[in-house]
Nanobody
Framework: QVQLVESGGGLVQAGDSLRLSCAPS?????????MGWFRQAPGKEREFVAA????????NYADYVKDRFTISRDNAKNTVYLQMNNLKPEDTAVYYC?????????????????WGQGTQVTVSS
């Protein structure tokens, strides 16, 4: 069982930046797998945000965050990051990281089999 722990969420103003981090608790190694970030706003379904392949050379972004968010990973630290710039009120959501079933950075949540508990990001206008 892989337990993922997200951190870095908070309350910010529109235009601000945040960096989320995700790492497994215990000894689980995530370096061989794709990692993804998803988010869920109140009353809405969970949606894809960004994903990165196992080696970290290939990324995938949802159109609504492209050019504002950057996903990266440091496999030496066994950690994945989501740098969020120019945040907007519509980015307000609980953000979840997930480990992929393979190394391919897919956008569908069924491609991920381990999920964190989420971290709240709130952007005020």
């Amino acid at each position: 069982q892989v337990q993922l722990v997200e951190s870095g969420g908070g309350l910010v103003q529109a235009g601000d930046s945040l960096r989320l981090s995700c790492a497994p608790s215990g000894r689980a190694f995530i370096g061989a797998y794709a990692m993804g970030w998803f988010r869920q706003a109140p009353g809405k379904e969970r949606e894809f945000v960004a994903a990165i392949d196992g080696p970290g050379g290939l990324t995938n972004y949802a159109d609504y965050v492209k050019d504002r968010f950057t996903i990266s990973r440091d496999n030496a630290k066994n950690t994945v990051y989501l740098q969020m710039n120019n945040l907007k009120p519509e980015d307000t959501a609980v953000y979840y990281c997930a480990r992929g079933r393979t190394a391919v950075p897919r956008t569908d949540n069924l491609a991920y089999n381990y999920w964190g508990q989420g971290t709240q990001v709130t952007v005020s206008s």
